[in-house]
């Protein structure tokens, strides 16, 4: 069975501190890889989707990696700021699962001004 | 965004009553999935279809149904509502499966 798990469960910031996320899982059969995050009350925002013959993908401030041999991935957040704050979960799709995603637990991030 | 839209958004009902929830996109999309979160557990996904009268069941199914007539409309039913199915319940959808999920905005269910 595929397990997600995501370190730390939170995390606290100054503003303007570069970080990153960490995301492993068990079985590297993979179809890909994807970065969400959701704000308080509200539904998931697919931020980066990493296909698993990628090493990485870009959008902005933000860079996601995969390690697929190893089992990890990170979500590196540049220059960070107040309004990153929100839970940012990572979720697989294993090969042979019908494409259904296996999500972490998130990680808490909190920016402080 | 997305045009997924999850109705209705906030219930509360009793042990024993039945309750069906209601996802509808705008997007064409062939699959769609229903997930619950709650504390310590994360989400998890309860039911999928992958095409329209095409269902199969996710890791929590126990205690659900659901049904897709349509492809705009994902309808999941809880037969008897119990207190172990408060949750916060969001609906998603991807073109092909493989792509990236696009997800509702949830609906708090509180069963009492």
């Known amino acids: 069975k595929q397990e997600v798990t995501q370190i730390p469960a939170a995390l606290s910031v100054p503003e303007g501190e570069n970080l990153v996320l960490n995301c492993s899982f068990t079985d590297s059969a993979i179809y890909n890889l994807q970065w969400f995050r959701q704000d308080p009350g509200k539904g998931l925002t697919s931020l980066l989707l990493i296909q698993s013959s990628q090493r990485e993908q870009t959008s902005g401030r933000l860079n996601a990696s995969l390690d697929k041999s190893s089992g990890r991935s990170t979500l590196y957040i540049a220059a960070s700021q107040p309004g990153d704050s929100a839970t940012y979960l990572c979720?697989?799709?294993?090969?042979?699962?019908?494409?259904?995603?296996?999500f972490g637990k998130g990680t808490l991030l909190t920016v402080n001004p | 965004d997305a045009g997924i839209t999850q109705s209705p958004r906030h219930k509360v009902t009793e042990t024993g009553t039945p309750v069906t929830l209601r996802c509808h996109q705008t997007e064409n999309h062939r699959y769609m999935y229903w997930y619950r979160q709650d504390p310590g557990h994360g989400l998890r996904l309860i039911h999928y279809s992958y095409g329209v009268k095409d269902t199969d069941k996710g890791e929590v199914s126990d205690g659900y149904s659901v049904s897709r007539s349509k492809t705009e409309d994902f309808l999941l039913t809880l037969e008897s509502a119990t207190s172990s199915q408060t949750s916060v319940y969001f609906c998603?959808?991807?073109?092909?499966?493989?792509?990236?999920?696009?997800f509702g905005p949830g609906t708090r269910l509180l069963v009492l």
């Open positions: 998603a959808i991807s073109e092909r499966g493989v792509e990236t999920q696009y």
């Open positions: 979720a697989v799709i294993l090969t042979g699962s019908n494409y259904k995603l296996t």
